[in-house]
């Protein structure tokens, strides 16, 4: 009895083991997302980010290359996003989303960013999934980086 | 400590020593004139408020002699007509209630940057629009004006960038604090438009600590205070402020330190400035220094290094291009006393009345800009 169970806990043991090996095999490959990042992932993913954020740095401080680049008209009175907001100031990405009173309506960071386009600037309203909205939201956040988030705040 | 923190501590333990404290005679206000346009009646309310000296003046006097008051107007950053006439169509309101101004003031102070861009049809539109105030007019210089031609337009219209003259026991001094930035061009090989272009962005990081007041300039003015009895009021008129209040925008001059060694021994010392187109207030050692609104547009305060002393000015409607912009009185009354008067069209209240009136109230962390750091783009 002994030397049979010993016998079935071998090959029940073995088994696993064997099945393990045909799931590390035959999915662990589909699944190689699951290792550790490494520092070439990590610097592609933030070479992508601060590319954008280059891009939205132009964009904001009038850069007519970019601009016209990326297709957009951000402005048309010689006034770009960083004459009233240098290094982003006062653009409170970390209050978004709230009621905007100079649109009277609950708003998102990308409705004010167009608000600000066709009002001040006298520009032309962008896609708010377009490349140029993306650009100019990640360098509003990045430029905002460690201020405490505070959604809804006037 | 951050290299900013460092510098702060040591400006506030060269500078706020027990006891130096400039002669407290001074006021900030915002008179309001509404009561005044009601007595007129509705139908003529808007000419009234147009044309009714709502000043940024500050008073200034001296015991001896007779009151009297002053004007200033500064940032307008004219653009060419065929651009943007906003900031023509302020411009041109802000000279006319200068003008308007009963009793008159006895000179206006353009306090820099009339152009956007330097460029020679906007410093002669400035020219044009200012003839509409007839008074005595003197001028220094902004970043805005200098850099497309380093100053040689700008000279051309209105001669020395620093000078001095008194009137009626007061000594004014005009300082040019915007022509002296280290070359950052030449190596770079940069263009005009291209060395304007960096010089006119706030925040940009090429164009570095840019303010300053000079060895030249510094001499100067000690050789010009010299016979000045330590006890009468100086005025002293410069496009930055001439302490240090955020080095990244440069607000401030990066030889604030000299400037104070020469000012030290004169006790009524009032600095008035422009460059930060906001309300600001700050004594440093026996100098006050007070901040004038821009008539183009606000910009908000920076994330740091705003002084205590200052009242802030109230959060403004982005959407209201008279908003959070103006021009200011000075009055000086027989006993020295110093008192402005911020004009600031549309707003009854230019100072916080609450915490959701300050744009200090919500805390920000910020960082500089890395576009144009990368030359060329």
Same mark, same amino acid.
């Given at each position: ?49 601060? $590319? ?61 960013? +167009?608000?600000?386009? $066709?009002?001040?600037?006298?520009? $032309? ?11 100019? $939201? ?5 430029? +905002? ?10 | ?17 027990? !006891? ?23 139908? *003529? ?7 009714? #000296?709502? @000043? ?15 004007? %200033?107007?500064?940032? *307008? ?9 906003? &900031?023509? =169509?302020? *411009? ?48 220094? #210089?902004?970043?805005?004006? %200098?850099?497309? =031609? ?14 001095? &003259?008194?009137?009626? !026991?007061?000594? &004014?001094? !005009? ?27 706030? =925040? ?20 010009? @205070? ?22 990244? %925008?440069? &607000? ?21 400035? !422009? ?21 183009? %547009? ?30 200011? *009185? ?32 919500? #805390? ?14």
């Amino acid at each position: 009895m002994t030397d049979r169970t010993t016998l079935l806990t071998f090959l029940s043991r073995a088994s696993l083991a064997g099945m393990l090996a045909a799931v590390a095999l035959f999915v662990g490959p589909a699944a190689a997302h699951k290792d550790p990042v490494t520092p070439q992932q990590l610097k592609a993913y933030q070479d992508a980010f601060m $590319e954008q954020v280059r891009k939205g740095d132009l964009l904001f401080h009038g850069d007519d290359a970019t601009a016209k680049q990326m297709g957009v008209t951000l402005s048309t009175t010689g006034m770009a996003c960083a004459m009233c907001h240098p290094m982003t100031s006062d653009t409170h990405p970390q209050s978004f989303p709230k009621f905007q009173a100079q649109m009277t309506k609950f708003a998102t960071l990308r409705d004010m960013i +167009n608000w600000c386009i $066709e009002k001040p600037n006298q520009g $032309e309203k962008i896609d708010p999934d377009s490349d140029a909205m993306k650009a100019l $939201e990640a360098y509003i956040y990045w430029s +905002n980086t460690g201020s405490v988030l505070v959604p809804g705040r006037y | 400590m951050s290299e900013l923190d460092k510098v702060r501590r040591e400006m506030a333990a060269v500078l706020q020593q027990p !006891g130096a404290r400039p002669d407290p005679a001074l006021r900030l206000t915002r008179r309001t004139f509404i009561h005044r346009s009601c007595l007129f009646g509705a139908a *003529t309310v808007a000419e009234t408020f147009a044309w009714w #000296p709502l @000043l940024n003046t500050i008073d200034v006097a001296y015991a001896a002699e007779a009151p009297f008051k002053f004007a %200033w107007i500064s940032d *307008t950053h004219l653009y060419p007509k065929s651009l943007n006439t906003r &900031f023509v =169509d302020k *411009t041109i309101r802000a000279v006319k209630e200068v003008q308007a101004m009963n009793p008159p003031a006895d000179f206006l102070i353009f306090g820099g940057d009339l152009a956007q861009l330097g460029k020679i049809e906007e410093l002669e539109l400035g020219v044009e629009i200012l003839k509409d105030a007839k008074i005595r007019k003197v001028y220094i #210089p902004g970043e805005h004006d %200098w850099y497309l =031609d380093l100053g040689k337009k700008w000279g051309e219209l209105f001669g020395e960038a620093h000078w001095t &003259f008194d009137h009626k !026991g007061v000594r &004014f001094i !005009g300082l040019d604090t915007v022509s002296r930035a280290p070359d950052y061009w030449t190596m770079r090989k940069m263009t005009p438009e291209e060395r304007m272009g960096h010089m006119a962005t706030l =925040d940009g990081t090429v164009a570095g600590p840019w303010a300053g007041v000079g060895r030249d300039q510094l001499d100067w003015l000690q050789k010009t @205070l010299a016979n000045w009895d330590r006890n009468r009021p100086v005025v002293i008129f410069s496009h930055n402020p001439l302490y240090e209040y955020y080095p990244p %925008w440069n &607000f401030w001059v990066r030889d604030w330190r000299d400037v104070n060694e020469v000012l030290k021994p004169y006790t009524k010392v009032t600095n008035i400035h !422009g460059h930060v187109h906001q309300v600001l207030y700050n004594e440093i050692g026996t100098m006050r220094s007070v901040g004038m609104l821009a008539t183009s %547009w606000p910009w908000p305060y920076a994330p740091e290094g705003v002084p205590k002393l200052t009242k802030p000015m109230i959060r403004v409607d982005p959407g209201d291009p008279y908003d959070g912009v103006g021009w200011e *009185t000075w009055n000086v009354s027989a006993k020295d006393e110093l008192e402005t008067e911020y004009i600031m069209w549309g707003r009854k209240q230019v100072f916080v009345q609450s915490d959701a009136d300050s744009s200090l109230s919500q #805390p920000e962390i910020l960082r500089p800009r890395i576009a144009d750091s990368q030359w060329p783009y």
